[in-house]
């Protein structure tokens, strides 16, 4: 068994406040940024004032994206013959619980998408406009949800004894 | 004495890993390198955060040269200078 992944990291590891921080820049980010995308120039914010509120979002949801991928090493997403058994059990709750969240949302998002076409009379059009981002949410919490979970989760470390 | 956090599920399991290491004179990183784990591990094994598998459990009495229920333990250890002067001096 080797352990290359996370053997020997620097203590100065984000507290658990501020990766729990992160994870919500991350979570919340992307559909902030969708709306704000799309809702401020119906507002009438245009021009570089929408470029700069885009691209302020979009930049956050990428840097916290990054950041949650690399925790502890890209924890979530390394193979068992570079983690220890707790990474291991660690890592594998953490796809469990990525999956009922990842689940449920999907779920919501069709049984909203069921329920306005009902209320509307009328089948929701699948525009690109709407396809689009609804596929590029999917991919990224597809493969940041483990790692956000792990950030999420794991208890500070233990100070040395 | 590692002493478990109230907010898990799993049974609560006390150790004596941090009293041992420290006895030894071992770092963490000393310690995890020994028994092929990361450092981190030990800190959360010795903070009762984690529960370690038979196997592991039965490695790191191993390396202390102790029986594993001198390491592990499902009751809270008595404290060492209870043990050993407790009982001995009693009340006055």
Do not use: C
């Not at chain 1, 998002?109 to 689009?132: E, K, M, N, R, S």
């Amino acid at each position: 068994m080797t352990h290359s992944v996370t053997g020997s990291i620097a203590a100065a590891e984000p507290s658990l406040r501020v990766r729990r921080a992160i994870v919500l820049v991350a979570m919340v980010g992307y559909p902030a940024f969708v709306a704000a995308w799309v809702g401020l120039p119906l507002l009438g914010v245009t021009g570089i004032a929408w470029g700069i509120a885009v691209g302020v979002l979009g930049l956050g949801v990428l840097l916290a994206a990054l950041a949650l991928y690399q925790f502890r090493r890209a924890m979530a997403q390394a193979p068992d013959t570079q983690l220890d058994e707790r990474q291991v059990r660690v890592r594998d709750r953490a796809y469990l619980d990525a999956y009922r969240v990842y689940a449920t949302v999907v779920m919501l998002v069709l049984l909203i998408g069921a329920i306005l076409a009902d209320g509307l009379d009328q089948p929701v059009a699948l525009t690109f406009d709407l396809v689009q981002p609804l596929i590029w949410g999917a991919i990224l919490y597809g493969m940041i949800l483990p790692s956000a979970v792990v950030a999420w989760q794991e208890p500070d470390l233990p100070g040395e004894g | 004495v590692a002493r478990p956090s109230a907010t898990r599920v799993e049974p609560v399991l006390h150790n004596r890993i941090a009293l041992l290491r420290t006895e030894r004179g071992l770092s963490r990183q000393e310690l995890a390198d020994v028994l092929g784990v990361n450092y981190q591990t030990i800190g959360y094994l010795e903070r009762g955060d984690y529960n370690p598998s038979l196997d592991l459990a039965l490695r790191i009495a191993e390396h202390f040269g102790l029986p594993v229920e001198a390491v592990f333990s499902r009751s809270p250890f008595q404290p060492m200078s209870q043990q050993l002067y407790g009982e001995a001096r009693g009340p006055a």
